[in-house]
């Protein structure tokens, strides 16, 4: 067996990577910690959890006790850090809860895994390791900042993030380099653009629109809507993971994107046309559709509409792209999924899990909505 800690496992990414890892390597044993904020459903892992390949421990990355018991319950190999709070429009609202699990919750489990894979110390008195162990510290392109109209971040691209989230994802960045060049303790970091894909809470922009589409509501797009994003589909993200993560050369950063960049318009205008083709071609659908039991003719009102331009974000990144070489040089690694299909993959799974997003979203998520967006 090797023993995995999945920090932040029942979010969108980690709880993807859950899914693929259990898939993919049967002898592997995940232990899943996370604190099930807003963003985490143990619903997402429902079936995963049945298995006793995966351990649940509810949790915070940033409590050294709860970090600590797992590693003397489980000889803990593999740390991959999903764990984050990740939505920039919230970190504009409370930075500070941003630093706290982002920055000081990465930092806790870097000391913590250091502490348990520590054997003694070369003659120069740096730690020498287990072997076969590996922190992966999952991060974003963000942390390089927004680009204009051309170019592309590479792993070389300097550091400029200018959001809270990004700064606080850049502070994350930087400790655990520091435990890399400090403590020569082995690790990698990743740094993926946008991802899309099942199980993603709609605050974010496609799921988001996904929901507003079926319930008839208006689609907010902010400023003028030309940002840019480059989407990956999310298991291309966790296929890239699980390379770098058994492959990766140690100390190295590895870019992750698919070279998919998209105006924020464009797919919300691909999003509309999209789920209104397939209510139509697949009326076993028309239930998710709440909008259309008293509008059934969806014709006269699903369509461009429905599109709202509001109040811009602050400070918000014009455009962000990833130049993936190193990672297709070094590790063989391309994205499987074409944006085509990926989003049609991922408004059907939309389509076919109502009861999920009922569930995630039956909590706070109203009071939220009314406060981001009731104003604009
Ligand atoms: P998410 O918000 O969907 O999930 C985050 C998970 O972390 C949730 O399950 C939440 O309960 C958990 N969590 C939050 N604070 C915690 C804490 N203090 N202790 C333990 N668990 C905690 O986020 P996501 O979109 O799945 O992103 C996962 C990681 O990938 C993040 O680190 C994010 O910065 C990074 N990332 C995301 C994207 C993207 O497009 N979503 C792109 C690149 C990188
Ligand atoms: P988001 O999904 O929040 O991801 P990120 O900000 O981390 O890239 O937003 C993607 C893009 O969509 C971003 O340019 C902001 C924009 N956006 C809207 O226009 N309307 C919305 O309601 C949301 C949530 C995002």
């Not at 500070?96 to 520590?118: R, S």
């Not at 392109?141 to 400029?160: A, C, H, I, M």
């Not at 994802?169 to 303790?185: F, N, Q, R």
Request: charged fraction near 25%.
């Amino acid at each position: 067996m090797s023993y995995y800690l999945i920090t932040g496992g029942a979010g969108f990414i980690g709880s993807n990577f859950v899914k693929f890892m259990l898939k993919k390597y049967p002898d592997a044993h995940l232990v899943v910690l996370d604190k099930l904020t807003y963003a985490g459903n143990l619903r997402t892992l429902k079936d995963e959890l049945k298995d006793s390949r995966c351990t649940f421990i509810k949790g915070d990355i940033c409590d050294p006790e709860i970090v600590q018991k797992i590693f003397s319950d489980y000889p803990v190999q593999y740390v991959v850090n999903f764990a984050a709070e990740s939505h920039v429009d919230r970190s504009i609202e409370n930075p500070q809860l941003f630093l706290q699990t982002n920055i000081l919750g990465t930092q806790n489990l870097l000391n913590i895994a250091k502490q348990n894979w520590t054997t003694g110390k070369d003659e120069k008195g740096y730690p020498t390791y287990l072997s076969d162990i590996k922190y992966l510290q999952v991060s974003t392109d963000e942390v390089y900042g927004s680009l204009g109209e051309t170019g592309f971040f590479t792993e070389k691209t300097p550091l400029d993030p200018r959001s809270p989230y990004s700064a606080s994802k850049t502070g994350a960045d930087l400790i655990v380099t520091a435990y890399s060049e400090t403590y020569k303790m082995p690790v990698n970091i990743t740094r993926c653009s946008n991802n899309y894909g099942p199980y993603h809470f709609p605050e974010k922009l496609i799921p988001l629109i996904i929901k507003n589409i079926l319930e008839g509501k208006k689609l907010p797009v902010y400023g003028d809507g030309t940002n840019v994003r480059d989407w990956l589909y999310v298991e291309d993200h966790c296929k890239a993971i699980d390379l770098v993560l058994h492959k990766g050369r140690v100390g190295e950063v590895y870019n992750i994107g698919g070279h998919n960049e998209k105006q924020n318009i464009l797919i919300v205008k691909l999003t509309i046309e999209t789920v209104r083709r397939l209510l139509k071609e697949y009326p076993e659908y028309m239930p998710a559709c709440s909008a259309a039991k008293d509008s059934p003719d969806i014709d006269s009102w699903m369509n461009e509409s429905l599109i709202t331009y509001v109040t811009d974000r602050l400070g918000h990144d014009q455009r962000y792209a990833i130049d993936p070489a190193k990672i297709t040089k070094e590790l063989g690694w391309y994205p499987e999924t074409k944006f085509e299909d990926g989003i049609v993959k991922t408004i059907r799974w939309y389509l076919e899990n109502q009861d999920w997003v009922n569930d995630v979203t039956s909590g706070g998520y109203q009071k939220y909505y009314e406060e981001m967006y009731g104003g604009r």
